[in-house]
């Protein structure tokens, strides 16, 4: 058969031309949303998948006005999808505090703020004393060094920027001793050996999976021998017949032999944790204390601020990283100093708790969680809702922590007519979206990431399902 039979192709004249789709009620709506250009784009896409499938239909079937309606429906939901898949606010009923594919960290209140309040013109490189060039950072990196108390501070993209940066500046065309336990992959793509590679350091991997010993180590440091590198298994552990030397015995090695002791911690704790049952964390304060020449860390996990890599340690070391073109590449902008700024500030205050939503949102007890939860249940009046509170598990996630599980009470969700699958989709599909887990076959709601404040966007949204 071909398709271009007589008789077949007449059902084209039926087709709409780009300006009659243009100047139809949704293509005027959307050129005014969208701009002309853009949608005489989408308009041409449309038209093209109509020409395919009018050619199977039958002509006595159609009118052009019919045709033109198929062209405007499908119109309108191509840009629907388009904004869609834009950035927008969500609310994470997932329990997963730390979820990277979310955003990770959210900002607390003050570093919304200071965002905001910087979004213009900034001082960001102006001293106000002065009226001269300022420096870059400035505060942020005197608040690094209060808070770990490390000789100097600097600011990169994020940590594996950081990690990138410390190894093609001390250890490129050198050896970098690390235990085979800790050549690892840390969620989003962070490879060690990987990164160690690509900045030009030749990895020497030393000891075996599960124990390495400080011997090892020694034996492997030669000339050419740059640093020994620790990584901060963030998202797995190794348990049973284990050994690792500690950040003193490491330090004492290196400083004999004269090379850098480099420590990726990862995850970014400033304080301990141990009351929230994150006492396997490392503090970067001990690390320093125990000698760690360098260390990295996140700005997004458990800091609980925006997307940065902070590299601390030896004032000399971070002042060869601050003249080294690289940093230039990887440094962040104003609006990441602000709400570093702000959440740095939050932790100084001793106020971390109570408002860095990370850090407040771990600290929730599940009988706290329950109160709420309930309260919420009752709030929704649906008959077609079968809502109940169960107990669960929240996740710290974010690569951090995989030991920690906090126990929370979960709100499970039945339809009567929907399908858990069918629930979970119209939920994601709302406005604003909300994503949530299927447990046991239900839709569970984990009130321990959702803030006080969305609640009221919940309830309204689970009232109109
Ligand atoms: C998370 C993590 C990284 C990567 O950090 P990003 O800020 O996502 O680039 C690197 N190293 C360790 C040990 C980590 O835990």
Request: glycine residues 6%; neutral net charge; charged residues 30%.
């Given at each position: 058969m071909n398709s271009t039979a007589p008789g077949k192709n007449d059902t084209f004249k039926f087709l709409p031309s780009v300006d009659e789709l243009l100047r139809s009620e949704t293509g005027r709506r959307l050129t005014s949303e969208g701009g002309a250009q853009r949608l005489t784009a989408l308009a041409r896409t449309v038209i093209d998948e109509l020409r395919d499938v009018l050619k199977d239909r039958k002509g006595n079937e159609l009118s052009k006005a019919s045709v033109l309606m198929e062209a405007e429906t499908r119109i309108a939901g191509i840009w629907a999808a388009e904004l869609g898949s834009g950035l927008?606010?969500?609310?994470?009923?997932?329990g997963v505090i730390i979820h990277t594919n979310l955003g990770r960290?959210?900002?607390?209140?003050?570093?919304?703020?200071?965002?905001?309040?910087?979004?213009?013109?900034?001082?960001?490189?102006?001293?106000?004393?002065?009226?001269?060039?300022?420096?870059?950072?400035?505060?942020?990196?005197?608040?690094?060094?209060?808070?770990?108390?490390?000789?100097?501070?600097?600011?990169?993209n994020n940590c594996a920027a950081a990690a990138f940066l410390v190894l093609s500046v001390f250890a490129a065309g050198r050896e970098v001793v690390i235990s085979r336990g800790e050549l690892v992959e840390i969620g989003g793509d962070f490879r060690v050996p990987d990164v160690l590679s690509r900045s030009g350091a030749v990895l020497k991997e030393v000891g075996t999976t599960n124990r390495t010993r400080i011997a090892d180590y020694e034996k492997a440091i030669s000339e050419t021998t740059a640093m020994i590198l620790k990584v901060h298994p963030s998202n797995y552990r190794i348990v049973g017949f284990t050994a690792m030397p500690s950040i003193n015995e490491l330090a004492e090695l290196a400083h004999r032999k004269d090379i850098i002791l480099y420590e990726d911690a990862g995850s970014g704790v400033v304080s301990n944790l141990t009351s929230i049952g994150l006492g396997d964390e490392p503090v970067i304060k001990d690390t320093i204390a125990a000698g760690a020449d360098i260390v990295t860390f996140s700005g997004d996990k458990l800091l609980g601020g925006p997307q940065s890599g902070i590299i601390v340690g030896r004032a000399e070391l971070i002042e060869t990283i601050r003249?080294?073109?690289?940093?230039?590449?990887?440094?962040?902008?104003?609006?990441?100093?602000?709400a570093l700024e702000a959440t740095l500030d939050a932790h100084l205050r001793g106020a971390a708790f109570v408002e860095i939503p990370v850090l407040r949102m771990l600290s929730l007890s599940a009988d706290d969680i329950a109160d709420r939860s309930h309260q919420f249940a009752a709030a929704v009046t649906k008959p077609e809702l079968n809502i109940e509170v169960i107990r669960g598990n929240s996740a710290v996630g974010g690569g951090s922590a995989p030991m920690v599980q906090p126990d929370t009470?979960?709100?499970?969700?039945?339809?009567?007519?929907?399908?858990?699958?069918?629930?979970?989709?119209?939920?994601?599909?709302?406005?604003?979206?909300?994503?949530?887990?299927?447990?046991?076959?239900?839709?569970?709601?984990?009130?321990?990431?959702?803030?006080?404040?969305?609640?009221?966007?919940?309830?309204?949204?689970?009232?109109?399902?």
């Open positions: 927008r606010r969500v609310i994470n009923a997932t960290a959210p900002l607390s209140d003050g570093a919304r703020e200071a965002l905001a309040s910087v979004a213009g013109y900034c001082n960001i490189e102006y001293d106000l004393e002065t009226g001269r060039r300022g420096t870059r950072g400035a505060r942020v990196e005197s608040m690094l060094r209060e808070l770990t108390g490390a000789g100097d501070a600097i600011v990169v003249k080294d073109p690289l940093y230039r590449a990887l440094r962040v902008d104003k609006l990441v100093y602000a009470m979960l709100i499970a969700l039945e339809h009567t007519s929907l399908s858990a699958d069918q629930l979970e989709s119209k939920l994601r599909k709302s406005d604003p979206p909300v994503i949530s887990r299927i447990v046991d076959g239900r839709v569970v709601i984990d009130l321990r990431t959702v803030s006080k404040d969305e609640e009221s966007d919940l309830t309204r949204i689970l009232s109109a399902i």
